[in-house]
């Protein structure tokens, strides 16, 4: 298989899982969570047994709304932990909330915290900020180790990682919260990492390559020397991601789910987008020259 010949191919799978993304972020937007819209937060425990439907039932029985469920945060012997998240509720309402569930068991209230949406607003201006930091540091650094395009062509693979994370969570309305933005920082870095090991045995493979070969052999060759160590790489971590979401808490479901989409679609971007589109770069910039 020549990655490079098959790169409108890889193009265009990836428009395919971009653009109905693209489409559900400008029509439904992204399911935020009480990190970004603002809510209470009530952490309980039951000093028995305490089924999560019931809990659930008592909060629909008394017409409150949770904003991500209820979560059995932890569970030790006779005694269950529950965290619950909700709209935004005043005096009344938490006394009334407090009441209802108390009538399921003995119960202990471990706290009762409102959240504002402003620590979202400025985890999310942040999280730009270190975005478009981190984009003019990478195009920097690849400039002085390879070249210029090949910056332009890894800032654009992980743009495609970002959007396929984003818009896989905006079309199945998968509640985000805090966790979501970290994991979007882990995935640049891991994306980064993959291309610039396919672009470092790139520019080894260019300084010994024949005369008489083209550049797009030369790149599909580097592609296949690092495929199994790409492979390798994302099957490993995928492993864990795995084990973590099936084995681990449900607070950290949102950060785990986004983490393996990302993975994996840093894998592929890596191999599928970075190099064939710095390839197509050179082409134009040649192009040009015999214009």
Same mark, same amino acid.
């Given at each position: 298989m020549h990655f490079i010949k098959l790169r409108k191919i890889w193009y265009l799978i990836s428009l395919v899982i971009i653009i109905p993304g693209l489409i559900s972020l400008f029509t439904n937007g992204l399911n935020l969570g009480i990190d970004f819209t603002g809510g209470n937060i009530l952490e309980v425990r039951f000093e028995r047994p305490v089924a999560v439907e019931k809990v659930r039932q008592v909060i629909a029985g008394i017409g409150i709304e949770t904003n991500r469920g209820i979560q059995k945060s932890s569970q030790e012997g006779g005694k269950v932990t529950y965290l619950i998240r909700t709209k935004t509720l005043n005096q009344e309402e938490s006394t009334k909330l407090q009441k209802?569930?108390?009538?399921?068991?003995?119960?202990?209230? @471990?706290?009762?915290?409102?959240?504002?949406?402003? *620590?979202?607003r400025e985890l999310t201006r942040n999280a730009l900020l270190a975005l478009i930091g981190a984009a003019i540091l990478m195009v920097i650094y690849i400039t002085i180790r390879f070249e210029f395009k090949q910056? *332009?062509?890894? !800032? *654009? +693979?992980?743009?495609?990682?970002? @959007?396929?994370?984003?818009?896989? %969570?905006? @079309?199945?309305?998968?509640?985000?919260? #805090?966790?979501? !933005?970290? +994991? *979007?920082l882990t995935i640049v870095g891991y994306s980064i990492n993959d291309t610039i090991v396919i672009f470092d045995r790139i520019r080894e493979n260019i300084k010994t390559r024949r005369k008489d070969e083209d550049l797009e052999d030369t790149i599909n060759f580097s592609l296949w020397q690092t495929l199994t160590r790409s492979i390798n790489t994302v099957l490993t971590v995928t492993f864990v991601l795995v084990a973590l979401y %099936?084995?681990?808490?449900?607070?950290?479901?949102? %950060? !785990? @789910?986004a983490l393996l989409i990302g993975v994996i679609s840093g894998a592929y971007s890596s191999?599928?987008?970075? #190099?064939?589109l710095w390839f197509d770069l050179k082409r134009l910039e040649q192009k040009e020259k015999l214009a």
């Open positions: 209802a569930l108390g009538k399921l068991s003995q119960m202990t209230v @471990l706290r009762n915290e409102y959240v504002g949406p402003i *620590i979202g910056g *332009i062509a890894a !800032v *654009i +693979a992980i743009l495609h990682d970002m @959007l396929v994370v984003t818009g896989i %969570f905006s @079309l199945f309305q998968i509640e985000i919260d #805090s966790t979501f !933005v970290a +994991a *979007i %099936f084995l681990g808490g449900s607070t950290i479901h949102t %950060f !785990v @789910l191999i599928c987008n970075a #190099s064939p």
